[in-house]
């Protein structure tokens, strides 16, 4: 073979395999550039709203010591005045007839079982009528159900009542007030001792704190409920007896006990219910330490009028809202949409925090779970998956083939 044919072949094969070269990258640039998956995109966040309100003051009274409280919220709300524990008179039979119910049940308005009382009860009689206690008559051969002598030891605010039921539910005084202290101990009530049934002994007490704690396990309880809502009860031998708190019926006050010594004061454990939007919220509070009841009534009143606007129902995440929005380098976008309502009753200034968390995202069906928003109030934490409000397609080989960069 001549020069000049080699020459010719060696170029032939050189452009044969240069043209073969560039088709097979061309062939894997665009195989691998058109099935590459494209990268994921983060969201631009949206900032929850604020929600927190400002602070409701309560309308404390001038004098002594209080506290307020609504079921279903940790704590106290709020309260004035010396938070010690110091005598509690009468209202000390709710910690009597909620150790009592611990060892003796008693469910909603059934009567449950007879008691029939003796002489040791009519001597218990006479001896709360030496102490100047409150009474309500008793005799021996006498038969109430235990849900009437209940009436009867919270009703009137019988003392000889709350001696008879406990020893009848624990044999002796003694053996009750050893059950009532392991009762406050297990509810963690630190702040109250008792040291008699009825009160009149300056030695119970308790603190305001606690008082409030009291109330709700009361309110908790339906037969203890319904008991401090009677304005009234025909009782059977004993007659016609009359609640001592003047308040039951006014504003929506439905309990739940006064207490009144000279050690104690003019004192009030009481609960409302408050309507909040298409809801209630229970508020249970106390006043200790009053001049008098009737200015004790209006103190309380104006109290619960200050406290009633401190509640608001608060739309915490309404479904739909958008907390992000994804934006692809091929024109398409989407939403990170709140999947689900939620909201909550808040009182006065309780912090509202919002904390969102969306992830990265390349492609997605409509309805995919894309994250969450978490919504803190007080100490509880609301939890709503936010989902992609549309579908976020590939963009196709031919994308890919000419944005090679953004692959």
């Not at 539910?169 to 003694?174: E, I």
């Not at 609640?243 to 454990?269: F, H, P, R, S, W």
């Not at 007080?378 to 953004?406: A, K, N």
Request: with cysteine; hydrophobic share 45%.
């Amino acid at each position: 073979m001549s020069n000049s044919r080699r020459q010719v072949y060696r170029r032939r094969r050189f452009a044969f395999f240069g043209v073969l070269a560039v088709i097979l990258a061309a062939v894997a640039y665009l195989t691998s550039s058109g099935l590459a998956p494209v990268s994921s995109t983060a969201a631009a966040l949206t900032e929850p709203p604020a929600l927190t309100q400002a602070a409701v003051a309560p309308a404390w009274p001038d004098l002594g010591a209080g506290a307020i409280g609504a079921v279903g919220f940790d704590g106290v709300l709020g309260s004035t005045g010396d938070q010690a524990s110091v005598p509690i008179a009468s209202i000390t039979k709710m910690v009597t007839a909620l150790v009592i119910l611990d060892a003796k049940p008693l469910t909603g308005d059934e009567p449950g079982p007879d008691i029939t009382f003796t002489d040791d009860d009519v001597d218990i009689y006479y001896d709360a009528i030496a102490e100047d206690g409150s009474v309500a008559p008793v005799s021996a051969g006498q038969v109430l159900s235990q849900r009437e002598a209940f009436e009867t030891m919270l009703i009137p605010s019988a003392n000889n009542y709350s001696v008879s039921l406990a020893v009848w539910a624990f044999g002796s005084v003694d053996a009750y007030l050893a059950a009532a202290a392991d009762y406050l101990a297990a509810n963690g009530l630190t702040g109250t001792t008792v040291a008699d049934t009825s009160g009149i002994s300056a030695q119970s007490v308790s603190s305001p704190a606690d008082l409030v704690a009291i109330g709700e396990l009361v309110m908790a309880n339906p037969a203890l409920a319904s008991i401090v809502a009677m304005p009234t009860a025909d009782i059977p031998t004993v007659g016609t007896v009359t609640n001592t708190n003047k308040l039951l019926g006014v504003d929506g006050v439905d309990g739940i006990k006064t207490g009144t010594t000279d050690e104690a004061g003019a004192c009030l454990l009481f609960a409302v219910d408050v309507p909040v939007g298409d809801t209630s919220v229970t508020l249970v509070g106390v006043v200790l330490g009053g001049d008098t009841h009737s200015e004790l009534n209006e103190s309380v009143l104006s109290l619960i009028e200050s406290v009633k606007p401190g509640f608001r129902t608060v739309t915490l995440v309404e479904a739909g809202t958008s907390f992000g929005t994804f934006t692809t380098p091929w024109g398409q976008s989407g939403q990170a949409v709140a999947e689900a309502s939620e909201s909550a009753v808040v009182w006065s200034d309780t912090p509202i925090e919002s904390t969102v968390d969306v992830r990265a995202l390349a492609l997605g069906e409509k309805g995919d779970s894309v994250g969450s928003v978490e919504v803190t109030v007080g100490s509880e934490t609301v939890t709503v998956p936010l989902v992609l409000d549309q579908t976020i397609t590939d963009p196709g080989p031919f994308w890919r083939w000419t944005h090679p960069g953004e692959v």
